[in-house]
């Protein structure tokens, strides 16, 4: 029905005269000058509507404002509120609910004493019993009040499921939608929340790879036989509620390749179709297996954060190619309850956002108190593979010099390279190399604990209840599984191989420091504009993780490895015959525990200019409406 600007979609399910018939309210949508809204069927409050008038029995929108002021300039709110918030918009001014906590008796003209408003309907309370916090909603004609939440449509493909709290803390799948070909997520509005020192993330809106376990949820882990055989999970794991006691809000879950083992996009998702990486051309992998994370927060201006996970890089890939910060934590300083493992041993949680500062409050939440923020930096650098001003040949290896040419001065720090085969040559002449070594002890750890842990009892659950009959699963995380079955390498054996590398890394390498925590921090380069990676290429059958390399000094080691955006370099887009900007970034390590060390480095390098929050949209410098986007269409 639509009255005016405002549509209305109703959700609830039609009365059933059977006695034992199931009925429950769902909410309903809207449509507000254009904008699709979502109402839950749980009220705020119910307050007195007698002065509004109300064209139907359906609901108005009207705004909430909280003031000690004698003088409401309505403006001054009006702009405030535009400013900040993205679920706001004029058409909440339909009506007004004043409520004022100031001391002075409000005169006959309030709350209009200095400003020409009068013609808004409007409710006034003084000293209200409860406070309804500010922002827009929707009242009934009976005057119960239910928050309002824009809907945004994920043309990205980056969410799994859109979901909505209840108010028992448990979540429910969102019965809503909107324009897009994909599903639509709700957001609340910004104005609800106030940041305080027991919830420094309110209303941080936060998106969850699909492999934590939130109550009233399915877990899906990338796979449709698992999403269906097995019920939602009855328990919200530390890791999140960790982010939900902070005061973040969860908007939905968010794609996984399956299983959590690293898939190319297109060639390798059959179950469910690969995230879309915004940056550049718009068709580059969106990377590993925190795939919906990284193309979501890319993307989306409205997406805060997102949790992913790292065994062997899936938050620092897609952290990399997206343009984002990202973390992998020290290994063992967040709790992996509620959580599929991919390698116990290896696995680690870890935030995805494009704002420094964000993302070290993210981070307090997450380690909660196994994290020490500290402000005293190591004055040596270690750099792996670093261009220098003799070899640098590109616009990237440019950037990354003088990137590296402001840190070393930000940190009066000296600055050498570390080849870390000589090292061990040199510190252990007795063993045999690394690259021997350590060539299968990734691939050893993480394909025969899946197998025991996943996929042994997943088959089992599915056979009894499908007749003996096996699941699909998609061929990367099949053709690692295979591996385990046939090899005759043991997790004991490699974990001792990770734990000899481990011992002399700590010990030599990034050694522990009682002034600045790490002896040294390490940089390597994460990604340039020579990083492209198309998902229109038709690729090989997928192998097993073999080898080692950079990526896997933190892997091994367990120590703290984030991604830093620094900025963008040019290539040519055989997609769209066009110069396009990819993502520069730079990885930090540094000795175990130093996490704290490293965002608190971040933040100051941030306050001195020399990062920047990173945009949402085809570029992560400049921002921009994603490639394939017509303008006009709804935000």
Known sequence: MRFGNLTFVSLLPFFLSKTDALFSQTGFTVELNGIDYYAPPDPVTTISVEDVEFRSNWLKPFTVVKTDQLNLNMDSVVATYSEKDDVWQDGFLQ????????????????????????????????????????????????????????????IQVAFSESVIENFDGTFSVLPANTWGQSLGIAVPSRLYYTKTAEKPLAGVRLGVKDIYDVAGLRTSNGNRAWYHLYPPANTTGPVVSNLIAAGAVVVGKMKTSQFANGEQATADWVDYHAPFNPRGDGYQDASSSSTGPGAGEGAYEWLDITLGSDTGGSVRGPSQVQGLYGNRPSHGLVSLENVMPLAPQLDTPGILTRDPILWMESAQALYGSNITVSSQYPSSILTVSY?????????????????????????????????????????????????????????????????????????????????????????????????????????????????????????????????????????????????????????????????????????????????VPIGQASYESTITNHTEYLPVTVNFLAAKGCDGMIFSLVKDLHEAGIVSITKSGTSSVTGGEILFKRDGLPQ
């Open 95 to 154: 009506a007004l609910y004043i409520q004022y906590t100031g001391t002075v008796a409000p005169g006959p003209h309030y709350p209009f004493e200095s400003n020409q408003n009068e013609s808004i309907p409007t409710i006034f309370t003084a000293q209200p019993a409860s406070i309804i916090p500010d922002g827009p909603y929707f009242v009934s004609a009976i005057g119960t009040v239910y928050k309002a939440y824009r809907l945004y449509s994920d």
């Open 387 to 563: 261009p220098t001003l003799e070899t640098a040949e590109s616009e990237s290896d440019n950037m990354l010099v003088e990137f590296l040419g402001t840190l070393s001065k930000f940190l009066s720090a000296n600055v050498s390279t570390f080849n870390v085969t000589t090292a061990w040559a040199t510190a252990k002449p007795d063993q045999l190399p690394l690259t021997q070594i350590l060539n299968l002890t990734y691939a050893t750890i993480i394909t025969e604990e899946q197998t025991r842990l996943v996929r042994d009892p997943f088959y089992a659950d599915y056979a009894a209840e499908h007749d003996g009959r096996l699941p699909f699963v998609n061929p990367v995380p099949l053709r690692r599984w295979g591996y385990a079955d046939n090899s005759t390498d043991t997790v004991e054996e490699a974990v001792a191989n990770k734990t000899l590398f481990m011992d002399w890394f700590n010990s030599e390498v990034l050694v522990p420091d009682d002034e600045t925590c790490s002896s040294s921090l390490m940089v390597y380069v994460g990604s340039t504009s020579d990083s492209q990676n198309y998902r229109n290429v038709y690729r090989t059958a997928p192998g097993v993780p073999f080898g080692f390399g950079t990526s896997r000094f933190s892997v091994f080691a367990e120590v703290p490895d984030m991604v």
